[in-house]
């Protein structure tokens, strides 16, 4: 019953993957939007807020239309990047990533936001005076003291990339092997005969690997606390 | 003596409050006396390059560091100007000792052990480098933060209130530290307070802030006798 076939087990290395490369790719733009966002003023920062909790909002169907329209091999961007990178988004993983990825950047820069506008701005101040100028500021005591709020935001980042679903099969569909993740192959299984008993097995890994994220999250978010709060 | 070591005159308006203060600081130690609220701490973030003012200039050792006519604002962090402030202010995440070498790592200035061991003896922090700011209590606090302050080889000190969060008890345990730091490190220094009890016993000239002005600079005749028993 618990023994996962060779399908189920390409679905589920290939959501893991997909996934932590949507994560790992979020994080430096998150890193920077959030920042942006917390800790400057500028022309049209309400417009950029909103377009980055747009996925948040929108009909999961409509982000991946609108990928599939932009990122698509005939599209404006996906074209650029074909013919001069060789990136292809469209029926690959890689755009299932980048589905999972826009999908989740506003869950990972909300949490690393929150956690740079609780940052007392005071020992940045400090850290001037002594002689570290805003890259050393940021690196040194900004972005080491928004730590569990980073990490935080890459679980959640990381467990919505995993569970992601309407985007990713509008905008990639639902190849076994390419693009069918952990989420698409329990629906196929639910659509076909006897499709139940695989469809529970896939849910169970769903729940494993979900749990495991979050109690990561919280293992290393006490470390980071316990280093800065004595010991 | 001689020579200004610190000239400042600088216009500020800060919500309804408006600041306009001149004065020139000498070698030694300079106090910035007055009540609270009325303007040290704006002056001495001014000073250090955390605040810009709206108009006015501020030089040290003949470098301008911050002049509105010609448009000059040095950053902060070029201006290696060591500041100690009320809170402390230690990194919560680094180690006292990585806290006290901040400031040389980051002016890419070489390791100096020597003259780490001095100020560490000097203020007595030894036993305290491997623990984190969380642990330490307020005195030592603000002793690392001396360190720290001191080990940027800064060519001023501004010590804003530096005591002030301090209970009786444990301010003068620091003083000693303070007239030491006075004596030994060679930094002229600038000593923001409203105690004029700590400001006899570091202090040789006075500069009193009342109400967002310089009201009056001179010796430590400035303050008062009255004010003088108050604290100590």
């Given at each position: 019953?618990?023994?996962?076939?060779?399908?189920?087990?390409t679905a589920?290395?290939?959501?893991?993957?997909?996934?932590?490369?949507?994560t790992?790719?979020?994080?430096?733009?998150?890193?920077?939007?959030?920042?942006l966002?917390?800790?400057?003023?500028?022309?049209g920062?309400?417009?950029?807020?909103?377009?980055?909790?747009?996925?948040?909002?929108?009909?999961?169907?409509?982000?991946g239309?609108?990928?599939?329209?932009?990122?698509?091999r005939?599209?404006?961007?996906?074209?650029?990047?074909?013919n001069?990178?060789?990136?292809v988004?469209?029926?690959?993983?890689?755009?299932?990533?980048?589905a999972?990825?826009?999908?989740?950047?506003?869950?990972?820069?909300?949490?690393?936001?929150?956690?740079?506008?609780a940052?007392?701005?005071r020992?940045?101040?400090?850290?001037?005076?002594?002689?570290?100028?805003?890259?050393?500021?940021?690196?040194?005591?900004?972005?080491?003291?928004?730590l569990?709020?980073?990490?935080?935001g890459?679980?959640?980042?990381?467990?919505?990339?995993?569970?992601?679903?309407?985007?990713?099969?509008?905008?990639?569909?639902?190849?076994?092997?390419?693009?069918?993740?952990?989420?698409?192959?329990?629906?196929?299984?639910?659509?076909?005969?006897?499709g139940?008993?695989?469809?529970?097995?896939?849910?169970?890994?769903?729940?494993?690997i979900?749990?495991?994220?979050?109690?990561?999250?919280?293992?290393?978010?006490?470390?980071?606390?316990?280093?800065?709060?004595?010991? | 003596?001689?020579?200004?070591?610190?000239?400042?005159?600088?216009?500020?308006?800060?919500?309804?409050?408006?600041?306009?203060v001149?004065?020139?600081?000498h070698?030694?130690?300079?106090?910035l006396?007055?009540?609270?609220?009325?303007?040290k701490?704006?002056?001495?973030h001014?000073?250090?390059?955390?605040?810009?003012?709206?108009?006015?200039?501020i030089a040290?050792?003949e470098?301008?560091?911050?002049?509105?006519?010609?448009?000059?604002?040095?950053p902060?962090?070029?201006?290696?100007?060591?500041v100690?402030?009320?809170?402390?202010?230690?990194?919560?995440?680094?180690?006292?000792?990585?806290?006290?070498?901040?400031?040389?790592?980051?002016?890419?200035?070489?390791?100096d052990?020597?003259?780490?061991?001095?100020?560490?003896?000097?203020?007595d922090?030894?036993?305290?480098?491997?623990?984190?700011p969380?642990?330490?209590?307020?005195?030592?606090?603000?002793?690392?933060?001396?360190?720290?302050?001191?080990?940027?080889?800064?060519?001023?000190?501004?010590?804003?209130?530096?005591?002030?969060s301090l209970?009786?008890?444990?301010?003068?345990?620091?003083?000693?530290?303070?007239?030491?730091?006075?004596d030994?490190?060679?930094?002229?220094m600038?000593?923001?307070?409203?105690?004029?009890?700590?400001?006899?016993?570091?202090?040789?000239?006075?500069?009193?802030?009342?109400?967002?002005?310089?009201?009056?600079?001179?010796?430590?005749?400035?303050?008062d006798?009255?004010?003088?028993?108050?604290?100590?």
């Amino acid at each position: 019953m618990f023994e996962l076939t060779p399908e189920e087990w390409t679905a589920v290395r290939l959501s893991i993957r997909i996934a932590t490369a949507a994560t790992l790719g979020a994080l430096p733009p998150g890193i920077a939007v959030a920042w942006l966002l917390a800790r400057r003023n500028f022309w049209g920062k309400a417009l950029l807020d909103g377009l980055v909790h747009l996925p948040l909002v929108l009909p999961p169907v409509v982000t991946g239309y609108l990928l599939l329209i932009w990122f698509g091999r005939k599209g404006p961007v996906g074209a650029i990047l074909d013919n001069y990178f060789g990136i292809v988004f469209s029926f690959r993983w890689t755009g299932a990533a980048l589905a999972c990825g826009v999908m989740a950047f506003p869950l990972l820069v909300r949490a690393i936001r929150l956690s740079f506008e609780a940052i007392d701005g005071r020992l940045e101040d400090a850290a001037s005076t002594l002689g570290a100028n805003g890259l050393w500021v940021f690196l040194t005591v900004t972005l080491p003291l928004a730590l569990p709020g980073v990490i935080a935001g890459l679980v959640l980042c990381f467990a919505k990339a995993l569970g992601e679903f309407g985007a990713t099969i509008t905008f990639v569909s639902n190849i076994p092997g390419q693009t069918q993740t952990i989420s698409a192959a329990i629906y196929t299984l639910t659509q076909v005969p006897n499709g139940d008993a695989a469809a529970l097995r896939l849910v169970l890994v769903a729940i494993v690997i979900a749990l495991a994220a979050l109690i990561a999250s919280e293992w290393f978010a006490r470390r980071a606390g316990l280093r800065y709060h004595g010991d | 003596m001689g020579t200004d070591v610190l000239a400042v005159d600088v216009e500020k308006k800060l919500g309804a409050f408006s600041l306009a203060v001149k004065f020139e600081a000498h070698g030694g130690v300079t106090a910035l006396f007055g009540p609270s609220g009325s303007g040290k701490t704006s002056v001495v973030h001014m000073i250090a390059g955390l605040l810009a003012p709206d108009r006015g200039r501020i030089a040290l050792d003949e470098e301008t560091l911050f002049d509105s006519a010609g448009r000059t604002n040095v950053p902060a962090h070029r201006r290696r100007i060591g500041v100690v402030f009320q809170e402390g202010r230690l990194f919560p995440h680094l180690s006292v000792a990585r806290n006290l070498d901040y400031g040389r790592r980051m002016q890419g200035l070489p390791s100096d052990e020597a003259e780490s061991r001095r100020v560490i003896e000097l203020l007595d922090i030894g036993h305290l480098l491997r623990r984190r700011p969380g642990r330490l209590s307020g005195g030592e606090r603000q002793r690392v933060a001396f360190g720290r302050a001191l080990l940027m080889k800064p060519r001023l000190l501004l010590l804003d209130e530096p005591l002030a969060s301090l209970d009786r008890r444990r301010k003068l345990e620091i003083l000693p530290y303070l007239v030491r730091l006075r004596d030994e490190a060679g930094v002229p220094m600038i000593y923001v307070s409203h105690q004029a009890g700590e400001i006899v016993k570091i202090a040789s000239q006075v500069v009193r802030i009342e109400d967002g002005r310089a009201a009056a600079s001179g010796g430590l005749e400035l303050l008062d006798a009255e004010r003088r028993e108050m604290i100590f």
